[in-house]
């Protein structure tokens, strides 16, 4: 039995407006991805306990999904709040889950500029504690350093310089030459571009530059043509302003109630995220955070 406990906003309100048809792209233990007609990015089963992510529902399983009998090639249907596996005889009510906004402007901001100082200076602590070899952690705290992060570190500079120019076809170019690089499912630069590319939606929105928000998702597509389905599925979502719920609690806690304790919280479960993923994604929201808005340029 499968039961939804939570599901994003976004996908709720699609599953009660449109009826898709597809089918299940691709499992994992904690995670099942369907691909649905008519949509470039992938719908999310998230397992309970992991954070949910954008398009996706949280759902309560007795056992990993690799060993529920979900398989790659499966159909699947969204229609009249629910998800269904007609092969499994599996139907998941989103209609009765708890709804969760993983959109960055349901995050209200009352601190700014030293929210953003004391964000940036968690994030570096934890990620001292990263894989300097295997993450991309090196590009945040100046330690070691590996392949992919001396690779990288010159086109990200190009790419945090354009957007601070306004250069919208640099920047797109930029966000392109940095995508699927790096080991993993999601490469390490996608994980990475994808906590810039939301952070750079609170940051923008903050600044009044509403107009320039406009540029986030064409670097998103622009990245997105470049790497994998699943990953690009996390670029499109970030260049929309959407993120896991955990990223969404850490700069609710800091931006919004200015609760360093909650904060370390969601920052251990952001971190936690695959083997390296957690990682670069912070290493993604301490760049936009030092280049764009508070924290060091050094």
Known sequence: MITATAVCKRLQLLSTEHTSSGAVHSVFDHAVNLELAGRSGLIGLIAEGKPLTPYAASVRTDIPFTQAGVCAGMAALLRNGRIELPQMGIEIDLAAA???????????????????????????????????????????????????????????????????????????????RVAGCGMGLTPSSDDLLTGYLFTLHLVLREQGRGDARRLIPRMAQAAAERTNRISATFLLQSGEGLANAAICDLFRSMFQFMDPAAARRALERVFEIGSTSGADMLAGIALALRKHYGGSEE
């Open 98 to 176: 708890k709804a969760v906004d993983l959109c960055v402007d349901s995050i209200e901001m009352r601190y700014d500029r030293n929210a953003a100082d004391a964000l940036t200076e968690q994030i570096t602590a934890v990620l001292l504690r990263a894989d300097a070899q295997a993450s991309l952690a090196p590009l945040i705290t100046g330690s070691g350093g590996n392949a992919y992060s001396r690779f990288l570190e010159p086109r990200l500079n190009e790419l945090t310089a354009a957007v601070s120019l306004g250069a919208e076809d640099a920047a797109i170019q930029a966000a392109s």
